[in-house]
């Protein structure tokens, strides 16, 4: 229990820490009960440590977060493959949370990190921001260099708005390939019919094809020992490809299936969206087409959807065409594979293994995509036509007294004997012939049918 007392004119708190040990520390507070306070919240404090609710000071060691960073990056972060991540977290990581040390680094502090770089990265930059500072403690953890929470996990994500999906039509495969180069012509065929990553093509080797059992076994990515999923697959090749993939065989000159000119492996910044958009634009996969004026100093510029030029209305000159490909990244050619395959009908299932998703939510949800033209021919089969009038029926009606309902057997109605029934139809034609005399008498008109004298009864 927590106590207080006072030495030379100070009040002293005395608590038991989280190892257990009494540790005594003399504050500058007035008043008694300050002190008591204070002691208080030193001793839940050292209850939370006990519950490893919050870290022991004495189990981190006073290192700033930069110099966390460091040693992540030498343990973990040189081994994955994106080359940019050290220069991104360089950027935007250190300069505000690198002087820190890394018991500095809370959750507020990262947050407020976070809504600074909100005025001018996206989203998703944001989250993977986020997601370096998330990883870095939690391999931290793992090797006792920090103990307590995480201080990014209650930090929340930001909100990625979906974009449209780009990816090339079963009409415009064809016209792709036959633009393309006739070097790139088998790797960008081999990524439609496969759904093979970039790192994972420019990795094939020639043991890896077996034309014989038309299989390709996906083990590597780029030059390292595995793919992105970690673990080998086979997929099946198409008929359509076997021919790619001979040519592409016959002339490598090395054990790659798709080296350089001299045999050895492409590079990582190998920027193969460009040459996908420069062969989209060759086959007039565009969205308009930008008229330009190349001579020096005039600017003029305009957009059309044809490609005929003219002349240049400032200068003259005969204008410069551009095409304008729509935006499709090397990667959307595995949303083509899935789009592709779910429009033939092709089970999630077999879809799932040919892109080697471990979820099937992740292939339909990001990958299967459905234009206006598929919405459209869903929303035809929905036929309603208005209900047909009912046909008089010729049979007779049903006989003592039964009627027939909407729907089921007729209900039969308990009906009384034949001189009640007499009885009944006298009164009404009573009351039938006394109002009709007393219209007759006010407007003088001649009764259309029998006296009341004259009925029977």
Not at 252 to 259: G, R
Request: proline share 8%; charged share 25%; net charge positive.
């Amino acid at each position: 229990m927590a106590s207080v007392f006072k030495r030379d004119d100070f009040y002293v708190v005395k608590w038991r820490d989280a190892s257990g040990r009494w540790r005594q520390k003399r504050t500058s507070f007035v008043t008694k009960a300050e002190a008591r306070q204070f002691a208080q919240d030193l001793e839940h404090k050292a209850d939370r440590q006990r519950q490893c609710l919050d870290p022991l000071p004495t189990q981190n060691p006073k290192r700033t977060f930069s110099e966390l960073v460091g040693w992540w990056w030498n343990e973990y972060g040189s081994r994955l493959r994106s080359p940019t991540v050290k220069g991104f977290v360089d950027k935007h990581l250190i300069p505000t949370l690198g002087p820190l040390t890394v018991q500095e680094v809370s959750a507020p502090r990262i947050e407020e990190l976070l809504s600074q770089k909100d005025r001018f990265l996206k989203p998703k930059s944001v989250n993977h921001l986020r997601q370096v500072i998330h990883r870095i403690f939690s391999i931290a953890s793992k090797r006792g260099l920090w103990i307590g929470p995480n201080p990014a996990a209650s930090v929340e994500r930001r909100k990625v708005p979906k974009r449209l999906p780009n990816y090339l039509r079963a009409d415009e495969v064809p016209k792709v390939l036959t633009a393309l180069a006739p070097r790139w012509q088998p790797l960008f065929a081999t990524a439609v019919y496969t759904a093979m990553r970039q790192g994972e093509l420019l990795g094939l080797r020639k043991s890896d094809v077996d034309l014989a059992d038309g299989t390709i076994t996906v083990a590597r990515s780029y030059d390292g020992p595995t793919t992105k999923g970690g673990h080998a697959d086979v997929l099946p090749i198409a008929e359509a490809l076997k021919p790619y993939l001979v040519t592409a065989l016959q002339a490598s000159t090395s054990d790659l299936v798709f080296p350089r000119a001299d045999g050895s492996m492409h590079s990582r910044d190998l920027a193969l969206d460009v040459i996908l958009r420069r062969a989209m634009g060759r086959a007039g996969i565009v969205t308009g087409y930008l008229h330009k004026c190349r001579r020096k100093g005039c600017g003029y510029e305009r957009k059309y959807p044809h490609s005929q030029c003219g002349r240049c209305p400032k200068c003259n000159m005969l204008l410069w065409g551009k095409a304008l490909p729509r935006h499709i990244r090397f990667h959307d050619t595995r949303h083509t594979t899935v789009t592709l395959l779910l429009k033939e009908g092709v089970p999630l299932a077999t879809v799932q293994r040919i892109v080697r998703h471990k979820d099937p939510r992740l292939t339909t949800e990001i990958y299967g995509h459905l234009d206006v033209e598929d919405m459209r021919r869903a929303v035809n089969r929905l036929q309603f036509f208005a209900p047909s009038e009912p046909e008089e029926s010729s049979e007779p009606p049903p006989e003592n007294g039964a009627k027939l309902p909407r729907h089921g057997a007729p209900v039969v109605r308990k009906v009384g004997s034949a001189e009640s029934q007499n009885r009944s139809s006298r009164r009404k034609l009573r009351r039938i012939a006394a109002f009709t005399k007393s219209g007759r008498q006010d407007l003088n008109l001649r009764p259309l049918g029998p006296e009341p004298s004259a009925l029977p009864g």
